[in-house]
């Protein structure tokens, strides 16, 4: 039975998750990761795009990618053909990077976006990896922490729009204390 083709339209958002064949590493060194952040900017120069988070681990990433004119399914086999390229030449290796088609979960509504926001910048806390988010360098977290900490990868403004001053603080908050936006997603509550 044939795949389903992805919902797209201009202004989609997704939560994307790929994992590495055989749940294998697909980040083996530092120069892994700046690569494939490398190829992400070369090719969103190609087919913009909008990235609100991100997170590399190091079997799979997760990205929170808001689409402009371009459909999901040619920015993300752009990115993970070159990136696959990149790591079974520098392994001298053959086959799939990937474990299958990447996920795509169509973000629709302001909790889920803020939801997924949070998941994704959780996920090195979660794995037990760090015991401080902000010392994970493979995620754009820390940048929403110390908006003076430059990340040219990342738009701010549509996560930070729903925290009030001073909103890093207020993010922080909700990331890393379980804290559940309410009403017009002005206010922070702890769970």
């Given at each position: 039975m044939p795949r389903q083709p992805r919902v797209w339209y201009p202004g989609a958002m997704y939560h994307i998750v790929a994992r590495g064949n055989r749940r294998a590493a697909i980040f083996h060194d530092h120069a892994d990761y700046r690569t494939y952040l490398a190829i992400l900017e070369d090719v969103r120069s190609m087919?913009?795009?909008?990235?609100?988070?991100?997170?590399?681990?190091?079997?799979?990433?997760?990205?929170?990618?808001?689409?402009?004119?371009?459909?999901?399914?040619?920015?993300?086999?752009?990115?993970?053909?070159?990136?696959?390229?990149?790591?079974?030449?520098?392994?001298?290796?053959?086959?799939?990077?990937?474990?299958?088609?990447?996920?795509?979960?169509?973000?629709?509504?302001?909790?889920?976006?803020?939801?997924?926001?949070?998941?994704?910048?959780?996920?090195?806390?979660?794995?037990?990896?760090?015991?401080?988010l902000e010392d994970y360098r493979w995620s754009s977290y820390s940048s929403y922490i110390n908006l003076l900490q430059l990340n040219p990868h990342i738009s701010h403004n549509k996560t930070l729009s729903y925290f009030r001053e001073p909103v890093e603080d207020h993010y922080k908050l909700f990331v890393e204390k379980s804290v559940q936006l309410i009403g017009e997603g002005q206010q922070c509550v702890p769970e």
């Open positions: 087919m913009p795009f909008i990235l609100h988070s991100y997170c590399l681990m190091t079997n799979h990433l997760h990205l929170q990618l808001e689409t402009l004119q371009h459909h999901i399914q040619y920015i993300m086999k752009e990115m993970h053909s070159r990136y696959a390229v990149y790591l079974n030449q520098r392994l001298r290796a053959d086959g799939h990077v990937f474990q299958g088609r990447y996920g795509a979960k169509l973000i629709e509504t302001d909790a889920y976006f803020q939801e997924v926001s949070r998941y994704i910048h959780r996920n090195p806390l979660d794995a037990k990896m760090v015991v401080n």
